[in-house]
């Protein structure tokens, strides 16, 4: 339902993967970071082949990213796999690569679903990525399926992303400007959205706390790292249709939130109030 309003929402200026500056990208650049060390790492050991999984990859902006990085560090064969259970989605991630004529990168995308039945051999893809709400919209009793199948086919690294139990409210699929009334029930772990232009949308919405996210993964990886994305940031971010200028782009608070984040991103009073929690799993 939401189609392109979603890319725009999700990931801003899709012809600028590299150009974390919108609004809601303080997370991003923070994943980012994690994954394009994870690249030059592998680069840096003198591989010249990468395969790289994107399950629930939407617009296909995050598959994009990487792949390209990738060539631009060497690799000579990269083999990028997408899917979405949205057609909607993978019509828009299809439609991006119009302009990549290159036969260093295989990308494909398929409209799949996640919980589906096992389609890749074990440890198959170098990197997987499952981000931004993906395990959000799954019922719990197949979070551990999910987990265990992410896990099975990743070879070098997963990073996975879910929204925080103590994070601020969001709406997933549009800005919260285009709601008029929203309900989290974490008890049915259901969301119920009644939008400005008279849709209606519900959708499974279960909130995750660390120890929980921690305990889905941990039992079939060799090492798992958490850090919380955002404790800080959205909280504090200046709005243009409230705060005055002079609140805008102060380098020396900027610079203090930063030190804020990465002091307290890992402490368990506070990663469960980020916007979303980050692992990091290595096989």
């Not at 440890?123 to 981000?131: M, S």
């Not at 400007?177 to 959205?193: G, K, L, P, V």
């Not at 941990?218 to 404790?231: E, M, N, Y």
Request: aromatic share 10%.
């Amino acid at each position: 339902m939401a189609g392109t309003d979603y890319l725009r929402y999700a990931d801003g200026d899709a012809s600028r993967l590299f150009d974390f500056t919108s609004q809601y990208s303080f997370a991003d650049r923070d994943i980012w970071r994690r994954i394009d060390a994870t690249l030059m790492r592998l680069a840096a050991s003198g591989r010249r082949t990468l395969s790289i999984l994107d399950a629930g990859c939407g617009p296909g902006t995050w598959l994009r990213r990487t792949a390209l990085r990738a060539r631009e560090l060497g690799f000579e064969r990269i083999n990028a796999f997408g899917f979405d259970i949205s057609p909607a989605m993978i019509a828009l991630a299809k439609s991006s690569l119009a302009g990549l004529d290159d036969l260093t990168i295989r990308m494909h995308f398929l409209v799949r679903d996640v919980t589906a039945a096992p389609a890749f051999t074990d440890q198959e893809f170098d990197l997987c990525l499952c981000l931004y709400g993906v395990l959000n919209h799954l019922p719990v009793t197949v979070h551990d399926q999910v987990a265990q199948e992410l896990a099975r086919v990743t070879q070098d690294t997963l990073f996975v992303t879910v929204r925080a139990a103590g994070s601020l409210p969001t709406i997933y699929v549009d800005s919260l400007d285009h709601a008029r009334n929203f309900q989290q029930d974490n008890e049915s772990d259901r969301m119920e959205i009644d939008m400005l232009n008279g849709e209606h949308i519900g959708f499974t919405s279960h909130l995750f706390t660390s120890i929980e996210l921690d305990g889905l993964f941990r039992p079939h990886l060799r090492q798992a790292s958490l850090v919380g994305l955002d404790v800080f940031h959205s909280r504090f971010a200046t709005d243009r249709r409230w705060n005055p200028a002079r609140f805008e782009g102060e380098a020396e608070f900027v610079s203090d939130l930063e030190q804020l984040e990465q002091r307290y991103a890992c402490d368990p009073h506070f990663i469960d109030r980020a916007a979303h929690i980050l692992l990091v799993g290595e096989r």
